[in-house]
């Protein structure tokens, strides 16, 4: 008497499916990923920047005229972003960060800047 066992798994056919799917889920999921942690850097760069102008309006409401990071005295930290003030005299300036790193890859946006009149450009990349 001869019993016959039935094998229990999967087919090839039935994982390379599994590895297709998986492959075109991540394929959709992985830009989206990508594009939402270049906006939430580039949002913590904007939170810094307005860390730093009201630096400089709460130094000015002490002095004639506005500063240079160094002189305020803010530490600004950022893996992708570099920060610097130029224009700085009695009634201007203008912060900047600037992209470094992957964040370079942030079409656009490579650059935001706000001054003392809080005009911020490009103002797209401020509203998304």
Partial sequence: MQVKLKQA??????LMIVVVIIGIIAGIA??????Y????RRADAMGQL??????????????????DIATLGITLSSDYYTFSVSNVGAETYTLTATAT???TNDTGCTT?????????????????
């Fill in 112 to 128: 935001i800047t706000l001054n003392q009149n809080d005009q911020k450009s490009p103002a797209e990349c401020w509203e998304r």
């Fill in 30 to 35: 992985y830009p989206n990923f990508v594009d």
């Fill in 50 to 67: 307005l860390t730093l102008q009201m630096a400089q309006e709460e130094y000015r409401l002490k002095n004639t005229s506005y500063a």
């Fill in 37 to 40: 942690v270049r906006e939430a």
């Fill in 9 to 14: 798994g999967m087919t090839l056919i039935e």
């Fill in 101 to 103: 790193g992957g964040q």
